[in-house]
């Protein structure tokens, strides 16, 4: 059973940083791309971030874009999200989503593999 494991988020002030990892237990096909995305209360799951299996390609969304960065280490099987400056807006949810090959980057339906999520909190 293909499986995805988020970890990293936490309770952190306004204008600091994480770093979230997602770690595929190795059974997605390969190569695939892998996607960020957050739900916040209330919100619909939106897109964060994707970078495709060699990393040589990125894209974000406008409101991280400068702020958020993902990388991959394929020997760990892990891909991360690191986030600067954040703010309060940034609270939510993050799931990382894998697919050999997603119909679309930036929608969810463009996945078929989830991870549970790892909530992160900003204070004001």
């Known amino acids: 059973q293909v499986r995805l494991a988020e970890s990293g988020g936490g309770l952190v002030q306004a204008g600091g940083s994480l770093r979230l990892s997602c770690v595929d237990s190795?059974?997605?096909?390969?190569?695939?791309?892998t996607g960020w995305f957050r739900r916040a209360p209330g919100k619909e799951r939106e897109f964060v971030a994707a970078?495709?299996?060699?990393?040589?390609?990125?894209d974000y969304a406008n409101s991280v874009r400068g702020r958020f960065s993902i990388s991959r280490d394929t020997a760990k099987n892990t891909v991360y999200l690191q986030m600067t400056s954040l703010k309060p807006e940034d609270t939510a949810v993050y799931y990382c989503?894998?697919?050999?090959?997603?119909?679309?980057?930036?929608?969810?339906?463009?996945?078929?593999?989830w991870g549970q999520g790892t909530q992160v909190t900003v204070s004001s």
């Open positions: 970078i495709n299996w060699s990393g040589t390609d990125t």
């Open positions: 989503a894998a697919d050999p090959r997603p119909s679309s980057w930036w929608s969810r339906s463009g996945y078929d593999y």
């Open positions: 190795g059974r997605v096909v390969r190569p695939y791309t």
